[in-house]
């Protein structure tokens, strides 16, 4: 059974969850990249990312160079903007009209995960999501999220 994570993160808090989870499982992994990234300044880095996530834009990715036919699981991971999913995840998945997965989501934030995992489950109608969890303040409190991540992948059947 192959698997692959698939993230975007402007911060790298969803990188480390991505990185630490793939490694843990033995899965592939898939950084989206915009070809235009948003100010990494704030605020203008929380305006601009939440506005593009309440206008629910798609915005052109960097090309990549995987077949998601090749995947059985697929573990989908984003930061939460404007309390749901971030744009470059919102145009891979309507790039890839993804069906018949088993899927694990994974978010990453700071105050809530407001109707991130609600909006990725509708995104992701025709698939069968096992698992969801989220991971608050990763960088600052990086030792309790590494090891909720580590008792996650223990605990799980499916990784």
């Not at 090309?63 to 984003?78: C, E, F, Q, R, V």
Request: net charge positive; glycine share 6%; charged share 25%.
């Amino acid at each position: 059974m192959k698997k692959l994570v698939i993230f975007y993160s402007l911060n790298n808090n969803t990188k480390f969850i991505a990185e630490k989870l793939a490694q843990g499982i033995g899965a592939d992994i898939l950084e989206l990249k915009p070809e235009k990234e948003i100010p990494q300044k704030e605020p203008m880095q929380h305006l601009s990312g939440g506005k593009q996530a309440m206008a629910k834009e798609t915005p052109r990715l960097q090309k990549y160079n995987i077949s998601l036919a090749d995947y059985d699981t697929l573990m989908i991971g984003t930061p939460v903007w404007a309390f749901t999913f971030t744009p470059p995840l919102r145009t891979f998945l309507r790039e890839n009209q993804i069906k018949n997965k088993k899927i694990i989501l994974f978010c990453t934030y700071d105050l809530l995960k407001g109707m991130t995992f609600n909006n990725l489950r509708k995104e992701l109608q025709g698939n069968d999501i096992i698992a969801e969890i989220g991971f608050r303040s990763v960088l600052k409190k990086q030792e309790e999220n590494l090891k909720k991540l580590q008792d996650f992948i223990k605990e799980s059947n499916f990784c």
